[in-house]
């Protein structure tokens, strides 16, 4: 009779692979879980960057005109036929609204002067002003022939000579302008020599919305 050699080998009873599937059902889980929450976290994260450099273009926009200002008019300087409350002069500088006194310039980019000898220029206004969620700019070119600038009005008003204000920002939930002087004190708008810049953005993401905020300080010229 011919010798047969036992078989030790022994395989996987249905009690240790069920012990496998559910082991292994639970770490999928957990993966899966760790994947969706990395995703939507890198999602959120994307979307208040993306919102983040909105609200810098926004106040790099401002900062642009700053630069070729010469201060803060506590009110607009040239009548506004659109002005607040229908007042031609209703504009005035203060924590919501700011009227920048920006160099005039010609077609070709030069500073028109009222007093070139003492270097003294004329001055268009730029106003900026909160409207609902929307943060407008509007222009209010001076009286001079030379002046490229064009006089702007509400976007529901707007017409071929007179086209809308210019949409800086949306969805602003917080706007503050803050005025300094030279020895760093707040101080009145027409006294600043410095302004301070904060906005707030808003926007909704999924069943939620997300938020951020960018500060800035900005220097005016000697003009």
């Known amino acids: 009779m011919p010798y047969l050699k036992k078989n030790d080998e022994k395989g996987f009873t249905l009690v240790e692979l069920l012990v496998v599937m559910i082991v292994m059902g639970i770490l999928s889980f957990a993966l899966v879980n760790f994947i969706s929450t990395w995703m939507q976290s890198s999602s959120i994260a994307l979307a208040r960057a993306s919102l983040l450099n ?23 300087r040239w009548p506004d036929p659109n002005g ?5 002069f209703g504009w005035s500088s203060n924590s919501q609204t700011l009227i920048l006194a920006k160099v005039a310039t010609d077609s070709s980019g030069n500073a028109i002067f009222l ?29 001079s022939t030379n002046d490229a600038a064009v006089t702007t009005c509400p976007p529901s008003l707007a017409t071929s000579s007179c086209p809308p204000d210019t949409t800086i920002a949306k969805g602003v939930t917080s706007w503050l302008v803050t005025y300094y002087g030279a020895n760093n004190t707040i101080v009145s708008p027409s006294n600043a020599r410095s302004i301070q810049l904060s906005i707030t953005l808003t926007a909704p993401y999924g069943n939620a919305n997300i938020s951020t905020s960018y500060t800035t300080r900005m220097v005016f010229r000697n003009d």
């Open 54 to 76: 909105e609200a810098q273009t926004a106040l790099s926009i401002i900062n642009n005109d700053t630069v070729l200002s010469g201060g803060v008019d506590q009110t607009n």
């Open 84 to 88: 607040p409350g229908g007042n031609q």
């Open 115 to 143: 007093d070139s000898s003492n270097y003294i220029t004329q001055k268009d206004d730029e106003i900026y002003y909160l409207s609902g969620t929307t943060l407008y700019r509007r222009t209010l070119a001076s009286n």
